[in-house]
């Protein structure tokens, strides 16, 4: 693929850096654009032996102050790496800028179907498919179970009002997004009060805002190989995993509410609110 084609890889100083830093990597290598968008933007790097990886810097433009921090998700997928919850192996970090334009680290490659959609799902066995759901749950459970302390996290973020927190920051977020006349903000204003007179006890873990099998990849029995896009999890984990399952006769809500367009007052509100920290006390 041309330079042209991949905006935000300044590839040439990429490649050097990848040579110096990244162990086994072998010069010179290929760079092709995984996925894009509103995102952290992925890219599938091949070295001169074959060997794949997988690059990740943020997006391009329109991004929240707090949002898209690449130094915290190589922190949650480093931190990640040696539990039972899977995914691809961390690699390298880069936060010198200059390389291109903003930092971003390597992880292995994990190849595997990514269940964006009921067609993908469909491509599985039933048996496969029945697996996948289960081990969705299974790596769910594995992941609430983690203690931040024991995996050099407890100091990510503070310990106490995790959802307060959450709930300042949405607000904030949703003024900032949105024009003051905006017929949603009322709506937005309300929830967010009615959320605030509810904050339930609070305990401590780690979460994965955005936990869903568009989000993973599988192996063909259906087991999870890896969970992705550890960029900006908030506290509403299980809530992002039920849309992807429906009735016979329904549509299943596959997609992030992030990336659904047009969204309704309550997706706006949960885009929103997607920069936080993964530790939560709830």
Known sequence: MSVAELAGLHTGPVEEWLAAN????VAPVRFGLVAGGRSNLTYRVTDAEGTHYALRRPPLGGVLSTAH??????????AMAPTAVPVAPPLAFCDDESVTGAGFY?????DGRVLTDRAAAEELEPAARKRAGEHVVEVLAALHAVNPDAVG???TAPQEGYVQRQLRRWNRQVHASLAADDPDLGQLEEIHDVLAA????????????DFRPGNMAFGPDGTVRAVFDWEAPPWATRWRTCPTWSLPGTSPATRSPRASSPAPPRCRASRAATSSSPITRG
């Open 153 to 155: 996290l407890g100091a």
């Open 69 to 78: 921090d690449m130094g915290r998700e190589w922190r949650f997928l480093s």
């Open 22 to 25: 990244v162990p086994g990597l």
């Open 106 to 110: 390597v992880m292995g490659f994990v």
């Open 198 to 209: 509810h904050i339930p006890e609070q305990t401590r873990g780690v979460v994965h805002g």
